[in-house]
């Protein structure tokens, strides 16, 4: 057996083929010798070289223009896997040169635990802001009732002024405040609920002086109307709120029928008289008007125009159909239903032009066939 047998046989086995690995030894065999003999076993042909395409990228990522095509490079192909690789690393540097050329700033995503460290902060926050509120708070609740039973705000003045129909006394005696009651524990609601026992009493508005006043305001109720009820001519004020407010007290004159001074009455005050009401009525004081008659007469006064609406001082209403309107120049208007009322009053509105001085009576229950009397006038 020769030498060289002899070395093969004692040689340890042949190892696996490794790319890299031999490509080194074939690189450094080549530098040494100056020629390359291609390892059988590989089976590997040469290809030619053919110059890759330029890569279509956005806008945003694209690299700067080159002077001179990219010079090719001979020699042996690298495996696919290195490069992909090397590809994406010069794509994505290139991307990254180019956008910093455009004057935009390349978007890094933050590592998780940063994430997580920037909510923790958020939330921290949040927790300290809404723990100093709710110790405000509640230091405001114990400074405030602290205060509310001590004689620092302790009340020492009441300012209630009378008004046309409620006095001094039934003030006192609906009003009554504690004299140990402060500014920051007086019950207000208490004290609007006393005083709108009084029917007169429309609303409440208090006012609190620091340090030891109480300004109590009371609006009273404006009359809406006089009423009549019944035969015997029961007199009730109605509010402008539309509430019962009390039975009224007419003054008559010798030998004057009710009818007359209420009327008198109504107009001295500014306010209309409703009478010819039936006797079923039951007003109770403080009550909404929930008659569906006066409630009529209500909507009547309220559509017509102020023109005509400022010439009625009284309203006779014996039926719902059957309403009428005394007007201040003497002449009375059948008027029948709370209805077409804008067509109504154009038709009385026509009818006293044409006829100036002379009407004493219209009926326009049906507008569309209105009728009226008159007086010549020489």
Same mark, same amino acid.
């Given at each position: 057996?020769?030498? *060289?047998?002899?070395?093969?046989?004692?040689?340890?086995?042949?190892?696996?083929?490794?790319?890299?690995?031999?490509?080194?030894?074939? #690189?450094?065999?080549?530098?040494?010798?100056?020629?390359?003999?291609?390892?059988?076993?590989?089976?590997?042909?040469?290809?030619? +070289?053919? =110059?890759?395409?330029?890569?279509?990228?956005?806008?945003?990522?694209?690299?700067?223009?080159?002077?001179?095509?990219?010079?090719?490079?001979?020699?042996?192909?690298?495996?696919?896997?290195?490069?992909?690789?090397?590809?994406? $690393?010069?794509?994505?540097?290139?991307?990254?040169?180019?956008?910093?050329?455009?004057?935009?700033?390349?978007?890094?995503?933050?590592?998780?635990?940063?994430?997580?460290?920037?909510?923790?902060?958020?939330?921290?926050?949040?927790?300290?802001?809404?723990?100093?509120?709710?110790?405000?708070?509640?230091?405001?609740?114990?400074?405030?009732?602290?205060?509310?039973?001590?004689?620092?705000?302790?009340?020492? *003045?009441?300012?209630?002024?009378?008004?046309?129909?409620?006095?001094? =006394?039934?003030?006192?005696?609906?009003?009554?405040?504690?004299?140990?009651?402060?500014?920051?524990?007086?019950?207000?609601? $208490?004290?609007?609920?006393?005083? #709108?026992?009084?029917?007169?009493?429309?609303?409440? %508005?208090?006012?609190?002086?620091?340090?030891?006043?109480?300004?109590?305001? !009371?609006?009273?109720?404006?009359?809406?109307?006089?009423?009549?009820?019944?035969?015997?001519?029961?007199?009730? +004020?109605?509010?402008?709120?539309?509430?019962?407010?009390?039975?009224?007290? !007419?003054?008559?004159?010798?030998?004057?029928?009710?009818?007359?001074?209420?009327?008198?009455?109504?107009?001295?005050?500014?306010?209309?008289?409703?009478?010819?009401?039936?006797?079923?009525?039951?007003?109770?004081?403080?009550?909404?008007?929930?008659?569906? !008659?006066?409630? %009529?007469?209500?909507?009547?006064?309220?559509?017509?125009?102020?023109?005509?609406?400022?010439?009625?001082?009284?309203?006779?209403?014996?039926?719902?159909?059957?309403?009428?309107?005394?007007?201040?120049?003497?002449? =009375?208007?059948? +008027?029948?239903?709370?209805?077409?009322?804008?067509?109504?009053?154009?038709? !009385?509105?026509?009818?006293?032009?044409?006829?100036? *001085?002379?009407?004493?009576?219209? *009926?326009?229950?049906?507008?569309?066939?209105?009728?009226?009397? $008159?007086?010549?006038?020489?």
């Amino acid at each position: 057996m020769s030498s *060289n047998q002899k070395s093969r046989s004692s040689a340890s086995p042949r190892r696996p083929y490794n790319p890299k690995k031999d490509k080194t030894a074939q #690189k450094n065999a080549t530098q040494k010798s100056g020629f390359f003999t291609r390892r059988k076993d590989t089976k590997r042909k040469e290809k030619p +070289f053919k =110059e890759k395409a330029p890569k279509v990228t956005p806008v945003s990522m694209a690299a700067p223009p080159q002077s001179s095509a990219p010079k090719p490079k001979l020699g042996f192909r690298k495996s696919s896997d290195t490069q992909d690789r090397q590809s994406k $690393k010069k794509f994505f540097k290139r991307g990254s040169k180019a956008s910093q050329a455009a004057g935009k700033k390349d978007v890094q995503r933050p590592a998780a635990h940063k994430v997580a460290a920037d909510a923790r902060k958020r939330k921290n926050k949040w927790l300290i802001a809404l723990f100093s509120v709710v110790g405000l708070v509640a230091l405001g609740l114990i400074v405030y009732l602290v205060l509310s039973y001590t004689s620092t705000f302790k009340i020492q *003045n009441v300012q209630v002024e009378p008004t046309e129909h409620i006095t001094q =006394e039934e003030i006192d005696k609906f009003v009554v405040i504690d004299p140990e009651a402060t500014l920051l524990n007086v019950d207000t609601v $208490k004290i609007v609920e006393e005083l #709108k026992n009084n029917p007169w009493v429309e609303s409440v %508005d208090i006012h609190k002086q620091y340090p030891d006043t109480l300004n109590i305001q !009371i609006n009273e109720r404006k009359i809406f109307a006089l009423t009549l009820i019944g035969p015997e001519n029961a007199a009730w +004020f109605i509010g402008q709120d539309f509430h019962w407010i009390e039975p009224a007290k !007419i003054e008559t004159k010798k030998d004057e029928p009710i009818r007359e001074a209420a009327l008198r009455m109504a107009k001295d005050n500014a306010y209309y008289l409703v009478y010819d009401l039936a006797g079923e009525i039951n007003p109770e004081p403080g009550a909404l008007v929930d008659i569906p !008659i006066l409630q %009529d007469v209500k909507k009547i006064s309220t559509d017509l125009s102020e023109t005509l609406r400022s010439q009625i001082l009284a309203f006779s209403a014996p039926a719902r159909d059957s309403i009428s309107l005394r007007l201040s120049n003497g002449i =009375e208007v059948a +008027f029948g239903a709370a209805d077409d009322i804008a067509n109504k009053e154009k038709v !009385i509105n026509a009818i006293l032009e044409q006829h100036p *001085n002379q009407v004493t009576y219209i *009926n326009v229950r049906n507008p569309e066939k209105p009728t009226y009397r $008159k007086i010549d006038v020489k």
